[in-house]
């Protein structure tokens, strides 16, 4: 660890158990934070992809039902062929929503256990918001809920 932590005369770096513990619990919450943020963008560049392949399937099955006759030019492509793919969306927003949660408590563990330690470096470690956890685990449905809501609204049109 390079980190330059003011020790007193009497600490060790190396031995000592509290400054041990503390240079841990930091390293993790550090890289916890890197992971998740990661999580976040991978997870949306993934349902956002998901869901422009969707469209264009969803376009090309519309443009053969009309070529078949099955549905007037201009017309919807019938709601049990549309919600296949706003089920796959859901899915894939429940799998990323829960591995997000997941290391969302992992780092709030690892936080609670730096609050409540001893802190040799001086340094205070602030609680962190519980609706936090949510929200970075719930932002994968923005995807599902926009594909609901474009269904919804262009069907009133």
Not at 67 to 96: D, E, H, K, S, W
Not at 99 to 113: E, P
Request: glycine share 6%; net charge positive; with cysteine.
């Amino acid at each position: 660890m390079s980190s330059k932590v003011a020790l007193s005369p009497t600490l060790d770096r190396q031995t000592d158990p509290r400054v041990l513990k503390e240079i841990f619990l930091r390293q993790e919450i550090r890289h916890l934070q890197e992971s998740a943020l990661r999580l976040q963008q991978w997870g949306l560049t993934v349902m956002i992809g998901v869901s422009t392949v969707i469209y264009y399937v969803r376009r090309d099955l519309t443009a053969q039902y009309v070529n078949q006759g099955r549905i007037a030019p201009g017309g919807m492509l019938p709601f049990q062929r549309y919600v296949i793919g706003t089920v796959i969306l859901f899915v894939l927003a429940c799998l990323f929503s829960r591995m997000a949660y997941n290391t969302s408590v992992r780092l709030g563990n690892y936080r609670k256990q730096l609050v409540e330690a001893e802190l040799v470096s001086g340094i205070k470690e602030l609680p962190r918001f519980v609706e936090f956890r949510y929200l970075s685990s719930g932002i994968f449905f923005i995807v599902v809920i926009l594909d609901i809501l474009i269904r919804t609204i262009i069907s009133f049109e």
